[in-house]
């Protein structure tokens, strides 16, 4: 049995429905939504997630590097504790990053591995 669904086209519905303002306001939403959708706002994905969450962790080390350097050079304003607790904070991202990395490519090889 071949079976093919149509999409479904909720303003077409609500005015078979006798709901036309209802009708009007969907194409409407739909219209913008169309037109919208090449605007600057991404759709989440893993790839956009991934990407935030690296630069995360880049800032986070170049902050921690910054730290450490006015410590060096004998800058009163910036406490040990401050720079340790951003050290430590990178540190983690870092290995974070690295474990997500490990988890990605063992489920690359395993996926690559399956017998079809």
């Not at 669904?5 to 009708?23: E, I, N, R, T, Y």
């Not at 956009?48 to 880049?58: C, D, E, K, P, V």
């Not at 490519?105 to 996926?111: E, G, H, N, P, S």
């Amino acid at each position: 049995m071949d079976l093919k669904l149509k999409p479904f086209d909720f303003a077409q519905a609500a005015a078979k429905a006798g709901m036309a303002d209802v009708a009007r306001r969907v194409e409407a939403k739909t219209r913008a939504e169309a037109a919208g959708s090449t605007g600057a706002v991404d759709k989440p994905s893993f790839q956009n997630a991934l990407t935030g969450a690296l630069g995360s962790i880049s800032k986070s080390q170049e902050a921690a590097t910054a730290l450490q350097r006015e410590v060096q050079f004998g800058n009163p304003t910036v406490s040990l504790e401050e720079t340790m607790v951003a050290m430590q904070k990178a540190q983690l991202g870092f290995q974070s990053a690295v474990q997500v990395r490990n988890k990605l490519v063992q489920a690359y090889t395993d996926i690559m591995n399956m017998q079809v």
